[in-house]
């Protein structure tokens, strides 16, 4: 009678055990991977150290290229441009100007083989860049994107993406504007085919003050991807660490880690004296090993998705 007591107690006791270590690995899991079916799903040679996510190497290797329409066309522009790119590792437009040119059909076949040559040297990323500025409106961006990527056979023609530049917090426009805005891109690249990304380059919670989460909350859902700037003389995760928190806070809100491009700017007063002695890659493997060792909130809520440069024009100065 003891021994058979004993025995259904060590039985117990073992199916207890399996299933708190079960119970762990799941927890550990859910620690350290994103949801699944959420296209931010981890890829083979991202760190996965605990909370942090970083993809490394860097999946978005980004140019901003200032002056788009002028260069779009030109023959000689075009290969310095495309053979800048590729001698620098960058898979990523963010185009300036497009607008002007897409706006008519006249020039759907000079953006088509740009776009094309493009897409043949590995960039994969075709971001038009909608500015705003202060006092704007509306914009016709939209319809000109799409009716554009409607004319194309290929889709190694088309643009993929649309960025949102409004410097709300620079007081560009009310939080109110922009954010319905936002939203509006956000809606309508979901029901074109194939669906567009949506980012949008963002600086400050500001203007106002006290609603960072309301504004952190809404980024995350409406964007696929955020370029936070890193706008100083060298590479500073502790200049964007606050920002990321509220951002990688509202990620966890919503169950999916949010894309985050690091914005570097290769002008004069920021890092174009550093890039003549480093790498664009440089930049982001120091920002990777600082990363490594900061701690906040909502660390696990962002994966650190690449990098882009602000812009072209400043950045072949200081690395031809």
Not at 23 to 30: G, H, P, R
Not at 85 to 97: D, K, T
Not at 163 to 182: C, F, G, H, Q
Request: glycine share 6%.
């Amino acid at each position: 009678m003891t021994r058979r007591i004993v025995l259904h107690m060590l039985v117990l006791f073992a199916l207890l055990y399996t299933s708190c270590k079960k119970e762990d690995s799941v927890a550990l899991q859910k620690a350290e991977l994103p949801p699944s079916g959420t296209g931010s799903s981890l890829k083979f040679g991202d760190q996965t150290t605990g909370t942090t996510i970083i993809d490394n190497p860097a999946s978005f290797k980004g140019m901003y290229v200032d002056n788009a329409d002028a260069i779009i066309g030109n023959a000689t522009s075009e290969n310095n441009l495309i053979n800048y790119a590729v001698s620098n590792g960058i898979n990523a437009f963010e185009l300036y100007g497009l607008k002007n040119l897409i706006k008519s059909s006249a020039n759907y076949a000079k953006v088509r083989s740009f776009l094309s040559k493009c897409s043949q040297n590995g960039i994969t990323h075709r971001v038009n860049v909608i500015v705003y500025y202060p006092g704007s409106i509306n914009s016709s961006d939209s319809t000109y994107v799409r009716k554009y990527n409607s004319s194309c056979t290929s889709s190694s023609q088309k643009i993929t993406g649309i960025n949102m530049e409004w410097e709300w917090w620079n007081s560009a426009t009310t939080w109110a504007t922009y954010d319905l805005t936002l939203k509006s891109y956000y809606n309508w690249t979901r029901t074109v085919s194939p669906q567009l990304t949506n980012e949008v380059y963002f600086g400050w919670f500001k203007n106002p003050i006290g609603i960072e989460m309301t504004q952190a909350t809404d980024l995350v859902k409406y964007c696929d991807r955020i370029l936070l700037h890193d706008y100083r003389t060298a590479p500073d995760v502790a200049y964007m660490k606050s920002r990321m928190d509220y951002l990688g806070q509202a990620a966890l809100n919503q169950g999916s880690p949010e894309k985050i491009i690091v914005l570097f700017s290769a002008e004069s007063s920021f890092m174009g004296p550093y890039y003549s002695s480093h790498t664009y890659d440089d930049a982001y493997q120091s920002i990777a090993s600082q990363y490594s060792s900061v701690s906040f909130s909502g660390k696990s809520g962002v994966r650190i998705y690449g990098w882009a440069v602000f812009k072209y024009s400043k950045a072949k100065l200081y690395r031809p």
